[in-house]
């Protein structure tokens, strides 16, 4: 059955496993098969030629056979380790834009999640001004924090560095609105996964054991079908979450005043405890906003005031060696 749930759920992806559990369906239904060919070859990314080889057999074949198996490589290989709490903390977060708006009707904002953007999830607009937001949900607890960057686990959180330095040049303004929450990939577990209807699971355990060209993009369409499907019932599982702001800038400003709490720069730390990508560590308590300070100064001065504030300059000696 799994070829029905997977056409059924994933018919808009262009993931090259629905398009072939959609040929399959339709072979079944008494399609011809030249026309079922010409269907797979536009909907994916198979050649013409490839897709009259599958056509061929794949009426009467297990569909799993044409799926190629996913290599288990880490966490980076397994979508709910990111993709599931990532897409319930912009669920989450897409909340607190619609009390945003009604708070200050003049605010509006833009989904961006979708358009390829990578730095920009949410972006609130007022007038001509615009405030990027990237959301991140802050699920790993860095247990060495203390000795390594000085500053206590719980009080703790990483924003990649490199995505920083590329924020500030091509989105200057941008926030981070991090939640953390280190039992959210549990609940997810106990209160979305368990929910999921026959079909859904056979779809979460299809996705779970294979991939192929553009598995992505069916991972996408299934994690946040799911998490909007279910958010009524799930919602109530997960606490209304507190959100930390950081503007990009800042991020950037801590790692040039503190090199030491990015290790692998400022400290020799690989292979104790640090993670192998290079992060600047933030002291939640000392160098973050609450989502409520930054909403109660948007309501009453408008997203102008934060762009102001993360645009803060100030004079300062600093070394500019000739040699």
């Known amino acids: 059955m799994s ?36 269907k797979l070859y536009e909907g994916s990314s198979l050649t013409l030629k490839r897709s009259k080889e599958i056509i061929e057999g794949l009426r009467d074949a297990e569909y799993e056979s044409f799926l190629e198996p996913r290599k288990k490589t880490g966490s980076a290989e397994n979508p709910i380790t990111k993709m599931f709490p990532a897409a319930v903390t ?37 007038d001509d001004l615009e405030l990027p937001i990237n959301v991140k949900n802050a699920g790993t607890r860095f247990e060495n924090a203390a000795s390594l960057v000085g500053i206590e686990p719980d009080d703790c959180i990483p924003i990649p560095a490199y995505k920083a330095h590329d924020a500030i040049e091509k989105e200057p303004n941008l926030l981070y609105a991090i939640c953390i929450d280190y039992t959210l990939i549990s609940k997810i577990e106990r209160g979305l996964l368990t929910r999921f209807s026959e079909a859904e699971a056979s779809v979460w355990k299809t996705l779970s054991k294979y991939s192929g060209p553009l598995i992505r993009d069916a991972e996408d369409n299934f994690v946040y079908s799911m998490v909007n499907r279910h958010w009524e019932e799930f919602s109530g599982h997960v606490a209304i979450p507190v959100f930390r702001i950081i503007s990009a800038r800042k991020a950037i400003r801590i790692l040039q005043k503190f090199p030491k709490r990015t290790p692998g720069i400022g400290l020799r730390a690989w292979g104790t405890g640090a993670s192998a990508e290079v992060n600047v560590h933030i002291a939640v308590s000392e160098e973050t906003k609450q989502w409520d300070e930054v909403h109660s100064r948007i309501e009453e001065s408008g997203i102008s005031d934060i762009i102001d504030a993360v645009n803060r300059k100030k004079q300062e000696w600093v070394y500019d060696p000739e040699i």
Do not use: C, M
């Open 90 to 126: 912009e669920r989450q977060f897409l909340d607190q834009l619609d009390n945003l708006h009604e708070a200050r009707p003049s605010i509006s904002y833009r989904d961006e999640r979708f358009t390829g953007h990578t730095l920009v999830d949410f972006t609130i607009l007022e």
């Open 3 to 38: 070829a029905e749930h997977v056409a059924s759920i994933l018919g808009d992806s262009r993931w090259v496993g629905a398009q072939i559990a959609k040929a399959q369906v339709a072979l079944r239904a008494g399609a011809d098969k030249e026309t079922t060919a010409r």
